[in-house]
C-alpha cells in the first residue's frame, strides 16, 4: 500500500526518450540516486514542484513526490521519486531514476545535473549513488571481490575525497591510512562504505559525490562506465590473466599488514557482504 503523503504524478506520454529501453539482448541494468540541497534562498516547496515540472518534459515515467516519508509504491523502481534524505539537514533532497539501460543513465544524470546546478548546490553530505545488477538473477555468481579489486586497481574507489565521513574505501584499512573502525561505523548514521552488495547479483556504488558534484559530469559518467565495464568483465569472467594478477597482487599486499589490519578488513567485506562466510 502506498504511503498517504505520496502524490503521483502520471508520466509524460509524448517524451521521447524512453527510460525502459532494455532490449531482449540487454542483461544489465541501472539505478541511480541524487542528494542535494534546495537553495536556502528559495520556498523549499514551490521549488520542488517545479522540479517535478521539469523532469517531467525529460522523462517517460510517473513521478512520485512525497515530502514526508518514503514512497512505499510496489512499483516505486519503476518511477521516479522525489524523497527526503534523513541524512541530510531540512533543505535536503533526493532524486531516485527508475531502473534503466546505460544510456538511460547518461540521459538522466545529464539533465538532473542541470537541474541541481539551477536549484541548489551540493556539498561534503551530498552523495551519488550507482546501482548495477544482472536482469536475471537465476544462476548467477558474481565475484563481488574480485570486482572490488578490479575497481581499486583502476582508482575508481580512491578518486573522490571521503565526506564528512561517508563514502569510506575499504582498501584504506590495508593501506595503514584508513581512520575508521569497522564495528562501529555501520551502525553511525550516514556512515557508510564506498561500495556495497545489495544482494547476489546487484551492486550499490557510493564513491561519487561531495562539495560541487554536480559540476562534475565528464568525470561522472566516465566513471560509471568503467564500474559498469569492471561489473561486465568480473560477471562473464573474461580477461583471466588480469582477474589473476589481481589476486596475486592482494594477496603479497595482505601478506605485508599487521593482524590488526586484516582483521579488520575482513570484518568489513563480510558486513558488506562482498565476501561470503
Known sequence: MANQTTERYE??????????DLTLEDIYQYGCEFEFYINKSLDFKST????????YQFSNVDILLDFVSL??????NQCLQIKPDNSLEDNGIEISIPITSKNGIKHYVKHILQIIEEYGYTNADTGLHFHISTIKNDGVNFDFFLYMLMCHDKNLLSSWVTRNGYSHNVMDILSGNSKVVSRSIKNQKGQIWNLEKISSNHVEIKSMGGADYHLKRDQIISEFELYAECFD?????????????L????KKLINNV????KEEFINVVYELGIMDE
Do not use: G, L, M, T
Open 48 to 55: 520542488i514542484i517545479e522540479i517535478k515540472d521539469k523532469i
Open 71 to 76: 514512497p512505499s509504491d510496489v512499483d516505486k
Open 233 to 245: 568483465i568480473i560477471n562473464k569472467k573474461q580477461n583471466n590473466e588480469y582477474r589473476n594478477q
Open 247 to 250: 589476486i596475486e597482487n592482494h
Open 258 to 261: 599487521s593482524i590488526n589490519q
Open 11 to 20: 508520466a509524460n506520454k509524448h517524451c521521447e526518450f524512453d527510460c525502459f
